[in-house]
């Protein structure tokens, strides 16, 4: 059965990090573009990072460009989600995202406040 799996959410400080990591199974992740989304309380579900195949053609949101870096694991069938200079508005349920065949995780909680 596909599946993804996130981990690494919590709570922390406004100029924290966070380190997100989204493992596969049932598939491999080497065929597909990997994406990060989130959705906060109210607001529409957005696209925050994305990465090709062999780590090539990373791209993210505008929010949160030269903060967050996204990365891949082939091997290991697993995505990563580095989180820098953390801010109250990047509250949300971060979820990892195989768009092609749709397949979504459960999500994690990242809760920046202070």
């Known amino acids: 059965q596909v599946q993804l799996v996130e981990s690494g959410g919590g709570a922390v400080q406004p100029g924290g990090s966070l380190t997100l990591s989204c493992a596969a199974s049932?598939?491999?992740?080497?065929?597909?573009?990997m994406n990060w989304y989130r959705q906060a309380p109210g607001k529409e579900r957005e696209l925050v990072a994305g990465i090709g195949i062999i780590g090539s053609s990373p791209n993210y949101a505008d929010s949160v460009k030269g903060r967050f870096t996204i990365s891949r694991d082939n091997a290991k069938n697993t995505v990563f989600l580095q989180m820098n200079s953390l801010k109250p508005e990047d509250t949300a349920v971060y979820y990892c995202?195989?768009?092609?065949?749709?397949?979504w995780g459960q999500g994690t909680q990242v809760t920046v406040s202070s």
């Open positions: 049932g598939f491999s992740i080497t065929l597909y573009r």
């Open positions: 995202n195989a768009r092609t065949i749709d397949a």
